[in-house]
């Protein structure tokens, strides 16, 4: 059974850092891509970005560019969203997906199969 689990969300002011992370189960984590995505209420699930299944290629949308870094630790089967200079609209519930790395690397929520349950972020202004 797959299984991912984030983890690092929480309560943060304007202008600080959080650091998410995503254990999978079940996998290997060498075998998929995986992507971060997030959604606010009342919104559509917008991607965040993805690393590539060996780490060598990262992508990722506006918003996030110079400010979110994503990485991850094959040993550890564990892939990691480093957030900073955060904002008040980064708000939302931060999901992790994964995809086989026969596919591409998506940037859309249909091309990743599993998913974790979400960890909220709240940045307050």
């Known amino acids: 059974q797959v299984q991912l689990v984030e983890s690092g969300g929480g309560l943060v002011q304007a202008g600080g850092s959080l650091r998410l992370s995503c254990a999978v189960s079940?996998?290997?984590?060498?075998?998929?891509?995986m992507g971060w995505f997030r959604q606010a209420p009342g919104k559509e699930r917008e991607f965040v970005g993805a690393?590539?299944?060996?780490?060598?290629?990262?992508n990722y949308v506006d918003f996030a560019k110079g400010r979110f870094v994503i990485s991850r630790d094959n040993a550890k089967n564990t892939g990691y969203l480093q957030m900073n200079s955060l904002k008040f609209e980064d708000t939302a519930v931060y999901f992790c997906?994964?995809?086989?790395?026969?596919?591409?690397?998506?940037?859309?929520?249909?091309?990743?199969?599993?998913w974790g349950q979400g960890t909220q972020v709240t940045v307050s202004s």
């Open positions: 079940g996998r290997t984590l060498s075998d998929y891509h």
């Open positions: 997906a994964i995809t086989n790395r026969i596919y591409g690397l998506g940037y859309g929520p249909s091309q990743y199969r599993y």
């Open positions: 690393i590539n299944a060996y780490g060598a290629t990262t």
